[in-house]
């Protein structure tokens, strides 16, 4: 759901300072096409199908302004609005059940009210303001909640990424995949001040301490997914699989008949 990666950004964060682990993956992915409603165009047209990751190690920080790492999370969740955004039953054989339901409207004033609200909780938690902020990366619900939070925010909109027109909604994924965008394209550097925000009212402030390098490319008939991956070493391998799970991905850089089309 739209929150879960950040959510999973707080609990590894929490692992990692006790000592107990160094390193961990903390991944975002959905699979929306399972649970649109096809006749519904006020949703179909809106989700899509994504996933991104991040690796968060836990590494010794002199306690300062400066530290790099995960600087404060503020997590917010109230059961009041479930029947604003909801799926409405499990796995149906018939399809009569199983799919997305939303509020279009309330769920846009809800997420710009709680949005601001909780990352201005941040700002007073950290010190920081809104000047201060390098890159805002907002969940990509649709550019209107994005632009509309950061406008309120008083964040200038060349420090926002935004990605929601390449891929849609893609809840989970959609911060690592605007992650993916801004570091591969240069803008995202290490020690960047960075803030993440999730529209249910979840907020984090870090400095990136990773890198990260995972491309995904469908093929025009969207039955198989491409993806390259650049090891510790620099070195680029290219993966392919089919888009249904059936089998496991090949990685073609490294495969005897590497020279053949699949």
């Excluded at 870090?206 to 198989?224: A, T």
């Amino acid at each position: 759901v739209c929150s879960g990666f950040v959510y999973a950004l707080a609990i590894t964060d929490g692992l990692l300072r006790t000592g107990t682990y160094k390193r961990a993956l903390v991944i975002g992915a959905e699979t929306f096409s399972r649970i649109l409603d096809w006749n519904d165009r006020t949703t179909c047209v809106l989700f899509g199908d994504g996933a991104g990751a991040v690796v968060m190690e836990a590494q010794q920080q002199p306690g300062t302004r400066e530290d790099r790492g995960i600087l404060t999370t503020h997590l917010r969740s109230d059961g009041r609005h479930k029947s604003k955004l909801y799926v409405d039953g499990g796995p149906s054989s018939t399809q009569t059940v199983g799919h997305l339901r939303m509020e279009g409207r309330a769920v846009f004033k809800h997420a710009v009210a709680m949005i601001t609200d909780v990352i201005e909780d941040a700002f007073r938690t950290t010190g920081y303001t809104a000047a201060d902020i390098d890159w805002f990366v907002p969940h990509q619900a649709n550019k209107r909640i994005i632009d509309d939070s950061a406008h309120k925010l008083g964040i200038a909109p060349e420090k926002v990424v935004t990605t929601v027109q390449m891929h849609g909604n893609t809840s989970a994924a959609s911060i690592p995949l605007a992650l993916n965008v801004a570091i591969k394209d240069g803008r995202i550097k290490k020690g960047d001040l960075v803030l993440l925000d999730r529209a249910s009212g979840q907020v984090r402030v870090f400095r990136p301490g990773w890198d990260l390098e995972l491309e995904w490319r469908w093929s025009p008939d969207s039955k198989w997914i491409a993806f390259s991956q650049d090891d510790r070493d620099f070195n680029r391998d290219l993966w392919i699989a089919p888009a249904d799970g059936s089998a496991p991905p090949v990685n073609l850089t490294r495969h005897p008949d590497n020279d053949r089309s699949p």
